[in-house]
């Protein structure tokens, strides 16, 4: 008798087991499936007979004085890092209300003889649709394998300031207020001790 009572246990415990599974399954089958319970309306017909406005893009940026020569690796790219060059920043430096350019440059893998070696550069903004390159005069003179820039008044003196990657070591440039950039990345506790 106490055999048999521990079969039909067994057999109850299973059922149940099954029966709950079953429910489970389709519970789950069911959960998203959604069930239209009227046929569904058809969209209106929208008219695309009205004409594209026809835009076009020039290259003026001969005409506008922008043209410094661009550096990122030799005409054979070896490596990664000669074709990840380069930024630019847009922003008004000396607050004319004319956004000025910063064009991020790079160098080669072989180098230059002192004093050709490429640079970064940025101009002003001459508000008549004209730049004129003032890197010299900005002080912002260094070469290396520049990645990228990015703008913003670190120090709230209403200057935007510059912070310009490099593989290597990143430079933040102070804007002085004058036309003039000051490197103030040890300064600013930005120097990297390891070198690549
Ligand atoms: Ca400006
Ligand atoms: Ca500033």
Redesign the pocket.
């Known amino acids: 008798m106490r055999f048999n009572m521990s079969w039909a246990k067994l057999l109850f415990g299973l059922s149940l087991c099954v029966i709950l599974a079953l429910y489970g399954i389709v519970e789950i089958l069911s959960q998203g499936v959604a069930v239209p319970k009227r046929p569904a309306r058809a969209l209106p017909k929208v008219k695309i007979d009205i004409p594209l406005p026809k835009i076009q893009f020039e290259d003026i940026a001969t005409k506008a004085g922008l043209t410094a020569r661009h550096v990122t690796g030799g005409d054979d790219k070896k490596y990664i890092l000669e074709t990840t060059g380069s930024g630019v920043a847009l922003f008004d430096y000396d607050n004319d209300g004319y956004p000025d350019i910063f064009f991020v440059n790079g160098t080669t893998l072989e180098g230059f003889p002192k004093g050709q070696e490429p640079i970064s550069h940025l101009y002003h903004n001459n508000k008549n649709g004209t730049f004129t390159d003032v890197t010299r005069d900005a002080k912002l003179l260094r070469s290396g394998w520049g990645q990228g820039a990015c703008v913003g ?9 510059l912070f310009v990657t490099y593989y290597g070591q990143n430079v933040l440039y ?2 002085n ?1 004058n036309g003039t950039f000051s490197d103030v990345t040890e300064k600013a506790g930005l120097l990297h001790k390891a070198v690549r």
């Open positions: 008044d670190y120090d709230n003196d209403g200057y935007d300031d102070r804007n207020g």
